[in-house]
């Protein structure tokens, strides 16, 4: 038998998680456009980075046993990756879901053995019916269960501040001008964006969010199409300080730009990927050939193929 470490050869998918690419995506800018493509990462998503920090640091602490129970609630990728992990570690998973859903991310989350319970899409994450209450819920009445609770853990940010962050100064040799990212938990952008500055106060950090989100609209947030982003409630993980803008982008447009990024440059990425990309468009347009960008793509366009937005 190959012995991995002599080979330089992972021992598991769990080894293949990060270390994801930088992609030149030529925006209608000045500036050096990159995107980081997540959708790599062997779950499909940015989210396989905080699920495995979070389970991991439950084992460490002696939470999370042998045999036990992981619940979470998801839009789709955290459950996915929640769903992949566990398969790996022989937990059981239970994951509650919106009907929000796409089909192919509900299907994949099944495909990992994982059990889904289907919720009402409502417009508070504390409403009783949500999918996020029915998890806490089901976390309480399960012995031996444990939540990681990707909307209200600040290990959350914590996995971004110790993965992603370092990846994109190494990968850009410190040179980064500007951080873009979408918003949904807030782990991604706070996490990397609190490593990034830290390494250089004046890297701008740039948060995407949905126009009818709970944060936009000041408390009264409106149906939207994009899921995985929209701040949709006050979570210590969202750290306001480390961002230095917010832009709220439609739907529309956040899917028109899905499209031409695809039949243009081979990048089929998911919703929250158009807008931040449709952010970057008109956020860029006024930074010069020096400023150096990198635009987080979260997760693949093969997870909504479904929706019907190409």
């Known amino acids: 038998m190959l012995h991995a470490d002599s080979f330089g050869l992972n021992k598991s998918v769990l080894d ?21 493509l997540e959708y790599l990462n062997p779950g499909g998503s940015v989210k396989d980075r905080s699920a495995k920090f979070m389970i991991e640091h439950a084992e460490k602490s002696g939470e999370l046993k042998p045999g036990g129970t992981i619940i979470d609630a998801s ?13 790996i ?22 495909a990992y053995g994982a059990k889904t319970v289907m919720c009402p899409t409502t ?39 110790h993965s992603m962050g370092p990846e994109i100064w190494k990968q850009t040799d410190g040179k980064i001008t500007h951080f873009i990212a979408a918003a949904g938990t807030g782990g991604t952008i706070s996490g990397t964006g609190r490593y ?23 408390g009264n947030p409106k149906p939207y199409t994009i899921d995985g982003m929209g701040v949709d409630f006050d979570s210590e993980v969202l750290d306001k300080s480390v961002i230095d803008e917010f832009i709220p982008v439609a ?36 930074l010069g050939h020096e400023a150096l960008v990198v635009m987080i793509f979260g997760d693949s366009g093969r997870a909504y193929l479904s929706k019907n937005v190409f």
């Open 251 to 286: 739907d529309e447009p956040s899917l028109a730009i899905l499209k031409k990024i695809a039949n243009s440059y081979g990048i089929l990425a998911g919703l929250s990927s158009g807008s931040v990309a449709h952010a970057a468009q008109m956020y860029c347009k006024n």
């Open 16 to 36: 293949t998680i990060g270390n994801t690419p930088l992609v030149h995506l030529p925006l209608d800018t000045p500036a050096q456009t990159y995107a980081k």
């Open 123 to 161: 417009s508070f994450l504390d409403d009783p019916k949500s999918y996020h209450s029915v998890a806490k819920r089901l976390h309480k009445e399960t012995p031996g269960s444990i939540m990681p609770n990707q909307y209200y853990n600040p290990l959350n940010a914590q996995a971004h501040y």
């Open 75 to 87: 839009s789709g990728n955290q459950g996915i990756a929640v769903a992949m992990i566990g398969a």
């Open 89 to 110: 570690k022989g937990y059981h998973v239970i994951i509650t879901v919106s009907e929000k859903i796409s089909s192919e991310k509900l299907k994949t989350i099944q």
């Open 196 to 218: 990034l500055k830290e390494q250089n106060p004046d890297i701008q950090v740039v948060a995407v969010d949905s126009i009818n989100s709970f944060r936009s609209t000041n």
